[in-house]
């Protein structure tokens, strides 16, 4: 990646010291109370003091599934950007890059320069944060095959670059995992050959030894433990077994039914390392998520958002924002990975279709226009294991909507997803943007005790399918909207006002708005720009292929 400009926001609202980054920032907001014809509506302000730590930490990385294709996939992209490692392939040479890192290659606007025009930077470089070159990898698998031989099975990169890459990758060991087979897909059963033996307490104590053996031997400042091993079934929820802390860790000394990802889970929030899971089963139970509260430690989920849902989560909230009602969602998926082995099993698919399912929901609620209270599509999710495609997930999409006037209107996608290189990517994401909320904390005016995020990180919503929110917290999946609040709190960070996309300097009648050392320029008419000519691979002309000629100059408004 190329370096990016350094940011620097000059304001006497924010303060860079040698510590940190302070900036006083204004939260505007509003209430709403019901009456019986007349909405209330109650605009309000609180004045925030943001403090980012700018010190960047040694950070750790553990993966609970290291050895699968997203675990070694993860491992081979950060060791070929950081060694900046080039293949050849039959479209010509590939380079290593962190394409699909919302923070590494996502961007975001800092405002108008001289001339009028948006300058857009890097998220990654509003706030100091780890480069992802720097992270450190450890973690466990129930399969014994070191990183090289993980890579060569998963069949997703090139050829060429797993050759550059196995020299580097062959020394890497996943350590022994925890094996509870009717949590998973019997078909997993051959490749569980490095397991942690004993109870479930002394597979919990294991795991534990493991995250310090890892920080120690590393000299690391920080763990983040990530969970991207295989779906579990649901575990139930019984008042008594999971639903408190203090129950939760009684059931695990008694040897009662707990998860490996919850065992995973618990582990993390008593060594003090995040934990984010990357798969559907609901291994945040109550129990856990009060632990990680107690210990004031970041836990986040559900599943890695990284294809069909992602689409679904734009498509859908474009449909009923612009006013068509959905009535019907269907969408299909065939993959051939371990993956979609393992979900080929009904329990473990029943995981992932809840966390598929409920990606429309805010979507609906936000139109009462067009839904009646517990109104909702129809949705049908359906998963099959074909061998063949390996990584290469396909899936169908079908979307109908109603029209006015009893018309209807029906959009059908398409979309090959190479399924570990969309999830690696957002592996890194959640790794860098939890470690720097760690480093954030903020205080108001009304409550001047500094303190940090709510344990339960929903800012991770963009990332996961089916995102966690504190107790009685909106879940929000419209993607957009998700964006927005990751880049609007990094804006608050440095004191900037959030984006709104107003622009109202270029839509006044006499421009008054002034830019940084100099006044906005006079109101002009615009004019469309001459047709450029085509480059060698572009098409300009009409339906039937004909060339157009350059369209004459027309005022635009």
């Known amino acids: 990646m190329e370096a990016a400009a350094q940011v620097v926001v000059d304001s006497p609202n924010v303060v ?48 609970v599934g290291w050895g699968g294709n997203n675990g070694s996939t993860l491992t081979a992209a950060v060791l070929a950007n950081r060694l900046q490692l080039s ?28 001339e009028g025009q948006e300058v857009f930077v890097p998220f990654r470089t509003l706030l100091p944060m780890v480069s992802p070159d720097d992270l450190v990898f450890d973690g466990w698998d129930i399969s014994s095959l070191n990183l090289a031989e993980a ?89 008594g077994l999971n639903d408190t802390a203090e129950n939760l860790l009684r059931t695990i000394q008694l040897g009662l039914e707990v998860s490996p990802s919850t065992l995973f889970a618990v582990a993390s929030i008593l060594e003090g390392c995040a934990f984010l899971n990357g798969s559907p089963q609901n291994t945040l139970v109550p129990g856990a998520v009060e632990l990680a509260r107690q210990h004031h430690v970041f836990v986040g989920g559900d599943d890695f958002k990284s294809g069909q849902t992602k689409v679904k989560s734009v498509l859908v909230d474009f449909l009923i924002s612009s006013g068509l009602k959905t009535m019907s969602i269907v969408s299909y998926n065939h993959l051939g990975n371990n993956d979609g082995q393992n979900l080929s099993a009904p329990s473990q698919f029943r995981s992932k279709e809840v966390s598929k399912s409920s990606v429309v929901d805010d979507m609906v ?32 999409d079908e979307y109908t909507s109603e029209l006015m006037l ?85 804006r608050a960070c440095v004191g900037l006002p959030p984006q709104n996309h107003m ?28 047709l450029a000519p085509a480059a060698p691979n572009s098409c300009i002309g009409d339906t039937n292929g004909h060339s157009q000629a350059a369209a004459p100059l027309m005022p635009t408004t």
């Open 16 to 63: 860079y010291s040698p510590e940190a980054i302070e900036a006083q920032y204004e939260y505007r907001t509003t209430s709403v109370s019901r009456g019986d014809s007349v909405l209330k509506v109650y605009p309000s302000t609180t004045s925030f003091t943001f403090r980012t730590v700018r010190r960047v930490p040694r950070l750790g990385v553990m993966l």
């Open 87 to 114: 293949w050849p392939t039959r479209t010509g040479r590939k380079e290593a890059n962190y394409y699909g890192s919302l923070m590494q290659a996502g961007t975001v606007s800092l405002g108008l320069d001289a």
């Open 151 to 239: 890579m060569r099975r998963a069949q997703v990169l090139d050829w060429g670059l797993q050759e550059q890459l196995w020299p580097h990758m062959e020394a890497l060991h996943p350590r022994p995992s925890v094996y509870i087979p009717e949590f998973i897909a019997a078909n997993q059963s051959a490749r569980a050959d490095n397991l942690i033996p004993g109870t479930r307490a002394q597979q919990l104590e294991q795991i534990r030894r493991d995250i310090r053996d890892f920080r120690s031997r590393e000299g690391l400042d920080k763990v983040i433990v990530l969970w991207t091993a295989n779906t579990e079934r649901f575990c139930e929820l019984v008042p």
């Open 365 to 396: 609620q936000s139109n009462p226009v067009l839904y009646a209270p517990g109104e909702k599509p129809d949705h049908c999710v359906v998963i099959k294991y074909v061998p063949y495609v390996g990584d290469s997930k396909r899936a169908m």
């Open 406 to 490: 009893g018309g209807t209107n029906t959009l059908v996608l398409h979309n090959t997803c190479e399924d570990s290189l969309l999830a690696a990517p957002i592996m890194l994401d959640l790794v860098l943007l939890t470690e720097l909320c760690q480093r954030v904390s903020f205080c108001t005016d009304s409550d001047p005790e500094p303190q940090g995020f709510h344990s339960v990180l929903s800012l991770l919503g963009f990332l996961f399918k089916a995102p966690l929110a504190p107790p009685g917290s909106p879940v929000v999946n419209s993607l957009f909207r998700q964006r927005s609040c990751i880049e609007n709190i990094f």
């Open 503 to 530: 622009l109202l300097e270029h839509k006044m009648e006499r421009p008054s708005l002034k830019q940084i050392g100099h006044v906005a320029a006079a109101c002009h008419v615009s004019y469309k720009k001459e």
